[in-house]
T-cell receptor, first 110, second 112 residues
Framework: LAKTTQPISMDSYEGQEVNITCSHN???????ITWYQQFPSQGPRFIIQGYKTKVTNEVASLFIPADRKSSTLSLPRVSLSDTAVYYCLVGDIRDDKIIFGKGTRLHILP | EAQVTQNPRYLITVTGKKLTVTCSQN?????MSWYRQDPGLGLRQIYYSMNVEVTDKGDVPEGYKVSRKEKRNFPLILESPSPNQTSLYFCASRLNPTDTQYFGPGTRLTVL
């Protein structure tokens, strides 16, 4: 299973674009990349998922280079409520064994 | 409303006293998982199930058991809890491996 490496923490300001990069050097062919957001004392919440190139939804974009050894979650125009821990996951679509990393603690300042 | 429910939400118990944390989902999901979350360690998968009567170990299965007799329920059993199992536990479900995982609200367990 591919393990992931993310920055432990990041700070940014309201209205800025935030990019969080995740490294997954051992990603396998069948692995998808998924990002979750977690607020204190709540379960993680799905943000976005992708396999290659770029994926965009109403809350974020996910950029995956051709070699798929890393990915970048992009949050446009963050607000204070985006302060949370963000997890990058790399999962095999053939089964449900999943490894969460330690996540990135994002702190948005006014 | 589509959701994953866990009970109890909070539990304080003593070493060795068997307990069960229930997990139920109303979305007809095939896949269910249990995680524990500890400070500095993120979420770690304990067990997962790909369908009724199909379960498998995650990263940290020691000291836990699970069962999947019905699609909607996936209880987590601690036969003889120990203090190192004090943690925040999350149950999750999803329809298939590429689908979003839906997490329950969490169960905070303290073993004295």
């Amino acid at each position: 299973l591919a393990k992931t490496t993310q920055p432990i923490s990041m700070d940014s300001y309201e209205g800025q674009e935030v990019n969080i990069t995740c490294s997954h050097n051992n990603i396998a062919t069948n692995d998808y990349i998924t990002w979750y957001q977690q607020f204190p004392s709540q379960g993680p919440r799905f943000i976005i998922q992708g396999y290659k190139t770029k994926v965009t939804n109403e809350v974020a974009s996910l950029f995956i280079p051709a070699d798929r050894k890393s990915s970048t979650l992009s949050l446009p125009r963050v607000s204070l409520s985006d302060t949370a821990v963000y997890y990058c996951l790399v999962g095999d679509i053939r089964d449900d064994k999943i490894i969460f990393g330690k996540g990135t603690r994002l702190h948005i300042l006014p | 409303e589509a959701q994953v429910t866990q009970n109890p939400r909070y539990l304080i118990t003593v070493t060795g006293k068997k307990l069960t944390v229930t997990c139920s989902q109303n979305m007809n999901h095939e896949y269910m998982s249990w995680y524990r979350q500890d400070p500095g360690l993120g979420l770690r998968q304990i067990y997962y199930s790909m369908n009724v009567e199909v379960t498998d170990k995650g990263d940290v299965p020691e000291g836990y058991k699970v069962s999947r007799k019905e699609k909607r329920n996936f209880p987590l059993i601690l036969e003889s809890p120990s203090p190192n199992q004090t943690s925040l536990y999350f149950c999750a479900s999803r329809l298939n491996p590429t689908d979003t995982q839906y997490f329950g609200p969490g169960t905070r367990l303290t073993v004295l």
